[in-house]
């Protein structure tokens, strides 16, 4: 039995010049599971992504993996220690092979180039890029990028992903493929997801626990089922769109 | 079934396939031209191969890391200077430069561990200044890296007790650089810059230049990366300001500084500035358009055309066509390898095709 790992936000709050952008905003997350985060524009989503993996700067709170306070240290330990991210508009490196931007993943967290070499090898044979390992990012499909993207965090080994959006611009047929994709990634690899999306159809499909932000204030949290009920989540963010 | 299987390209020989046709070129060049015996054409063919090294080691970081750095010629000029006062006799340097610093005088140690300590003591000048620059990206980057050259131009041209200030400096004693000691500097350092950007400080380089907050968020320190970098490239440049200066004879601080910046640039910018094998066609092709260039000047100007800087002018407009239509050079962000010529032979078979 491999132990589960936790990934806990401690009241974290950031606030630029009056604005209060996370206000006193706590969550919890355990390996195995997806959490989805939602809210309006403007609700403090991605202030409260760039603050747990310290890309940003906390003001007060903590945002403790296995014990160890991600917030408080440089961005680019943030990995090293657990947690890897993709972005909202896909960022890769352009002018790498999508097999180097793999291993770039691995070796950026100190696995040895021999063993990142293997961990690309096996992440471009699951996620159906085999094909495309010595291509440039700009052949590929823009759903390939996502999936490449997601690969590049997995190649850390990590005990936590966020994803930022991963279902935004792609069509519908490339969505359930993406859902199909993450819904056996936690028993898979053995993590925990944090995903932020506009898709409901996802975000409702697949995740275990729902966060709702409004204001950079949680107004809501539980089971998906629940969280749609929430006359103050139909109101802030569902509105009429909710069934 | 064979559509999923991974071709596999990271093996040894595949690795090395790049730097020793790059090489197998460089040699057979070298060998031609000593068998031709004329001295005109090794000349030519020695200060390319010493362009080659500084063309590869401004490579390894501008081409690597997207920042401009102007500074190298700096430390080509710092190593051409300190590997020449290390190699020279004692009396040579009190003859040449009476003003120099008695310790210095004094120090004297055979030709190849002078352009090593050369190497040395540009990496320690770039340790020692470089780290508080790395922070800075784009534009500002090259500013500051502009600003740290002319610091480094006027020390250089300044100091008479360590470079005879503004004055020439003489090395004196026969040509130690000859066109072996250079064909094989440029070899060694081939591989040296193939290797570089396929290791795995390479790969991080790589990665800050292409997205610096994918590059975070995949745990890479960039100042870290870009500083370790910066100092392997500096002792680069200083071994390759050895090289050109016990080739040369003598020199003074304006040699390392805009028109060999402009000739460095031109090259890497030309040729690929991504790529080892664009460094190397590039100062293939910028040395023979510049001495072709060069020959063809005086006979202008005998025809009564004033045709003095024309080179220049050429050789700069030829970058700026370059930057507007391939801006990535000749090579983009490929390597010469067996793959590669294949790929582009069946992209031409393609294109006939397609026309048929």
């Known amino acids: 039995m491999e132990n589960k790992s ?93 097999r180097e931007n793999l291993i770039i993943g691995a070796i950026g967290v100190g696995i040895s180039q021999k063993e990142a070499n293997k961990i690309a090898d096996e992440l471009l044979e699951e996620m159906g890029l085999a094909e495309k390992a010595d291509s440039f990012v700009e052949n590929l499909t823009f ?36 859902l199909d994709l993450l819904k056996e990634l936690p028993a898979k690899k053995h993590i925990g997801i944090l995903i932020v999306d506009h898709d409901m159809h996802l975000i409702m499909t697949l995740c275990d626990k729902l966060h709702v932000l409004n204001y950079g204030q949680t107004i809501a949290e539980g089971k998906p089922e629940v969280v749609r009920a929430n006359p103050e989540v139909v109101k802030a963010y569902l509105g009429s769109t909710a069934e | 079934m064979a559509k999923n299987r991974i071709k596999n390209n990271h093996g040894i020989s595949s690795k090395l396939s790049t730097p020793i046709m790059l090489s197998v070129i460089l040699v057979l060049v070298g060998y031609f031209i000593w068998w031709l015996n004329i001295p005109f054409v090794q000349d030519i063919y020695t200060s390319a191969a010493i362009t080659l090294v500084m063309v590869l080691g401004f490579q390894i970081f501008n081409g690597n890391s997207g920042i401009l750095s102007w500074s190298y010629v700096g430390f080509v000029g710092i190593g051409a200077f300190s590997s020449a006062i290390f190699s020279m006799t004692p009396q040579m340097k009190s003859m040449q430069m009476p003003e120099m610093y008695p310790f210095l005088v004094n120090i004297h140690v055979p030709f190849v561990v002078a352009l090593i300590l050369g190497a040395i003591v540009a990496a320690i000048i770039a340790a020692v200044v470089a780290w508080p620059m790395m922070k800075i990206s784009d534009d500002a980057g090259a500013i500051t890296q502009f600003a740290l050259l002319i610091v480094i131009h006027v020390i250089l041209a300044q100091w008479s007790k ?73 002792a680069i440049g200083g071994f ?92 983009d962000r490929y390597e010469l390898s067996p793959s590669s010529l294949k790929s582009l032979f069946s992209r031409k078979k393609k294109a006939e095709k397609k026309s048929a």
């Open chain 1, 6 to 98: 936790f990934l806990e936000v401690k009241s974290i709050c950031k606030s630029f010049g009056s604005l209060k952008a996370v206000n006193d905003v706590s969550m919890r997350i355990e390996t195995g599971e997806i959490l989805g985060l939602i809210g309006p524009n403007g609700s403090g989503k991605s202030t409260f992504i760039n603050l747990i993996t310290a890309m940003l700067k906390k003001d007060s709170g903590s945002v403790m993996l296995d014990g160890v306070d991600l917030s408080s240290m440089p961005a680019h330990k943030v990995p090293k220690n657990g947690l890897a991210r993709t972005y909202q508009t896909v960022r890769l490196f352009k002018n790498l092979t999508c």
């Open chain 1, 143 to 178: 759903s390939e990028q996502r999936f490449l993207e997601i690969s590049r965090a997995l190649a850390c080994k990590p005990k936590f992903v966020l994803l930022d959006e991963p279902a935004a611009g792609l069509n519908e047929e490339e969505t359930q493929h993406m």
């Open chain 2, 162 to 234: 360590v470079t005879n200030g503004p004055r020439t400096f003489t090395l004196g004693g026969q040509t130690l650089t000859t066109i072996w000691v250079a064909m094989i500097s440029g070899v060694v350092v081939l591989f040296i810059a193939y290797f570089f950007k396929e290791s795995s400080l390479g790969l991080k380089l790589r990665a800050t230049r292409d997205d610096r907050y994918a590059a975070c968020s995949s745990g890479i320190d960039m100042v870290k990366t870009r500083y370790l970098s910066y100092i392997f490239s500096a």
């Open chain 2, 240 to 331: 390759a300001g050895g090289l050109y200066s016990h080739y040369i004879l003598s020199i003074n601080a304006s040699a390392f500084y805009m028109t060999l910046l402009f000739n460095l640039l031109s090259m890497a910018v030309i040729g690929g500035k991504m790529s080892v094998s664009g460094a190397f066609f590039g100062t293939i092709l910028l040395t023979l358009a510049r001495q072709g260039l060069r020959q063809i000047e005086p006979v202008l100007t005998n025809m009564g055309v004033n045709a003095s800087g024309s080179t220049e002018i050429i050789v700069a407009v030829l970058m700026i066509v370059f930057l507007v239509f391939r801006a990535n050079g000749i090579m």
